[in-house]
């Protein structure tokens, strides 16, 4: 009776905190604000919704540039990338990105105490580091750079997925950036340096695209289930490699297949065509990389299970459809129709 009187308390103490959680929109709805809901799409906005925020609560980032500090646990999200250009020839989502204004900037300090924030749907996302910042989780992102800007940071636990990683280096050639068990899966990743850093531990790649240059620096890194597109990697020495697709012989061989054509592996490379900035990179029917992966999976960032999601839109339910007679209900009962999207 005791234990299950303790488990009741600890579900009841769970569905209290998530049942406070507030939800808080930057630059949604400046023509009808919500008082305590809605804020100014603007830094102003943006650091008047944190300081409203209680650990663990969520704020909507609307279309604008952002440059802010967090020194608090919160769940940020934006609309995605590619906004209003998804052009992707095998699935009708345009609909899902008619987002009206610019593509968001996001520049974002860690302070102690934002352990464990999250991150989804950001684009140009840049985010510093001034603690030794844990659990973080960057998912669905367009991200340019993480850094640091205190000297012999340790940063653990940091889960990248589903994201772009474009001229993407960890640290700077002034301070010295560690990060512990990082996973890195299902990302397309253009141009990585990781010279800068001063360690990187424990650290996995799987199921992601590299192209461009990859400068691993000597670092101890494992690399399952990748492909990598023409890249050029640097001082990889030290790491290990397994069932990954490489268009050069730059990779040791074992079990990884090396020299094979680009053409034969995604439906749009070279040529895009029809197809969207990362849709391009979707495994042709017949491509090597098919079900090559450790346990059978496929190799990239569409393979495995977790599959990228085209713009990054982020895991939330959306919207598409509505239907009503009119904006004013003269039926009882008034009847609409509306259609949700998981984007999972």
Do not use: E
């Amino acid at each position: 009776m005791k234990k299950l009187t303790t488990l009741l308390l600890v579900i009841s103490m769970l569905f209290c905190t998530v049942s406070h959680a507030k939800i808080r929109r930057v630059g949604g709805n400046p023509g009808n604000p919500v008082i305590g809901t809605d804020y100014t799409g603007d830094n102003a906005g943006l650091n008047a919704a944190i300081n409203d925020s209680n650990r663990g609560d969520t704020i909507f980032l609307y279309p604008g540039t952002y440059g802010i500090t967090l020194s608090k646990k919160l769940v940020i999200i934006g609309p995605g990338y590619f906004i209003n250009t998804i052009k992707d020839s095998t699935h009708a989502n345009a609909g899902l990105q008619n987002i009206v204004g610019s593509l968001n900037s996001l520049q974002l300090s860690l302070n102690p105490g934002s352990d464990s924030s999250i991150f989804l749907g950001i684009d140009s996302f840049m985010l510093y580091t001034n603690c030794n910042s844990n659990n973080i989780i960057i998912n669905r992102c367009n991200v340019s750079q993480i850094t640091s800007n205190i000297s012999n940071l340790i940063c653990q636990n940091w889960n990248i997925s589903q994201s772009i990683l474009n001229n993407f280096y960890l640290g700077m050639s002034r301070y010295s950036f560690s990060l512990y068990n990082g996973l890195f899966c299902n990302c397309l990743i253009v141009n990585a340096d990781l010279s800068f850093s001063s360690i990187i531990q424990n650290c996995m790649f799987i199921n992601n695209i590299f192209s461009g240059t990859c400068n691993l620096y000597k670092q101890k890194v494992q690399f399952i289930n990748n492909i990598f597109l023409n890249a050029n990697l640097i001082d990889f020495l030290f790491s290990s490699f397994q069932n990954n697709i490489s268009t050069q012989s730059d990779i040791p061989a074992g079990t990884n297949k090396l020299n094979v054509s680009a053409s034969s592996i995604f439906v749009g490379y070279p040529t895009q065509g029809s197809y969207s900035n990362d849709a391009r990179y979707k495994l042709s029917a017949s491509s090597p990389a098919k079900g090559f992966g450790v346990g059978g999976v496929d190799c990239g960032m569409f393979g495995g299970s977790n599959p990228y999601v085209l713009s990054g839109i982020p895991s939330i339910p959306a919207f598409y459809y509505l239907s009503a007679p009119s904006i004013n209900a003269l039926t009882n009962p008034y009847t609409i129709t509306f259609s949700v999207r998981s984007n999972n």
